[in-house]
DNA sequence: GGCAACCTTTGATCTGGATCAAGTCAAAGT
DNA sequence: ACTTTGACTTGATCCAGATCAAAGGTTGCC
């Protein structure tokens, strides 16, 4: 059984070639030769389970994760024992890249689901992108994006009301769920209400609130961690603060 | 007077070698001589006056720039003709990094006073960093920095009350003035009330009373945009809600 | 199956900080 | 000196969303 040895051999290291969220990820623009050598250094890792840590506040920095499915949140340690909900991180989308500076985690990732990840050695990676410019090209992009979306965040927490901020957080799951092949307007929520009002500044029982009112306004149904989009047009208005009658504030 | 050719020579290029934020800017962990070709890269850029752009949102990425002197306000445009302030630069930081990705501009930088900066043409730099492995190294601890700075407002903002947020700001002045070799408990704030509330979520108002009540609980003399830190202790414990009888959020 | 822990919803109340509304003050021009 | 202008302060009021309280619903565990 030949076949079967070259098979199980095959499916001990990571094919980012065959990965279905390549195109996301690190081996966006590799030459194949080039995705081969990044697939020497990334590792499997073993599948998470729903509330596993990946990593915590405090851990040495090693590697860079990248989720292939499944989901996993992120969040810092906030004063007094409380935490912020720093992100949810959904495949393709690679985890860590706050922790290069300080070569230490501050903030812990968990599993929200059963997930798998692959596992990049940052020093290797950091010697592999040396080489190949276009790998280096891809991490500058990946740690600009990264800020951009923190800055998003900013925006949202910043000046945005809980009405917006919950529609916001709505539309970008779907966006990023488009991006990944599945559907924008029909979809499941791995985290739990609570932690999507830590993550965007609102008590549970706003979130809570504003689902129920969305559904009431038609613009989704709502079935406990179920959603579906009825009405993307108006809840992209709202999510920006052009819903109806609204003023800007002042500050 | 040859002496004369050869230094007004000297300071038409930029001379990372003697810059006083050279150590907390991109030459960091440089070899003198890697050091000199990021110089032949860097141009000096002309000084801007207060009010002047550094670029504006929607312009085209070219280059990064680092404040040599005075300071810098990037904002990012919000709905409905608001703007949202993303950060406050002094010398010896970077702007612009967050335009890598999408190679545009999302947000606006404008000199908050009389301001000296380098630019840096990050295609220049780009193709510079893939032969220095330290350049390389440095950017990426850069760029993860402001990941981390960002991460730090995502938890100001979604979890201190603002007395927290005005003491966390005037701190995090306070260290960072240091760092450059300036009094931690003696400084002037280049921007106004109005800038400083945008920037962390509070109306012009609210920032005004808490610089009152901080001045009559003895914490700091304010006068004007002179600030005289007293009692940095007591501000610390302030900053992290630690302060007298506090409990924790719940979300 | 049945209990326990937790998550979610819904209603009532409370409050931190926004908003509204006058001033006060300093720098710059006339 | 006197007005203008814009930034800052201070007081009064208001309100979005937090907090408190009390049910239901789910899920998982023994």
Redesign the interface.
Known sequence: MNQRNILSFETLRVACKNCSVGALCLPLGLEPEEVGRLEDIVKRARPLQRGDFLFRDGDRFRSLYVVKTGSVKSY?P?????E?V?GFHLPGEIIG??????DAH??SAKALETSALCEIPFPRL?EL??VI?SL??Q??????????N??D???L???KSAE?RLATFVLNMSKRLQQRGLSPTDFHLSMSR?EI????????ETVSRLFTRYQDDGLMVVDRKHIQLIDLDALESLS???GPT??????
Do not use: F, W
Request: glycine content about 10%.
């Open positions: 810092a906030s004063a007094e024992g409380g912020q720093l890249l706050d922790a290069i500076d300080k501050a903030c950091e992108s040396t410019p280096q090209r991490m500058y992009r990946l740690l600009s994006k990264e800020i951009s923190e800055t965040m900013l925006l927490l910043g000046k917006e609570h009002g830590n993550y965007l500044g609102l008590a549970v920006n603060g052009s609204r003023q800007q504030q002042r500050n």
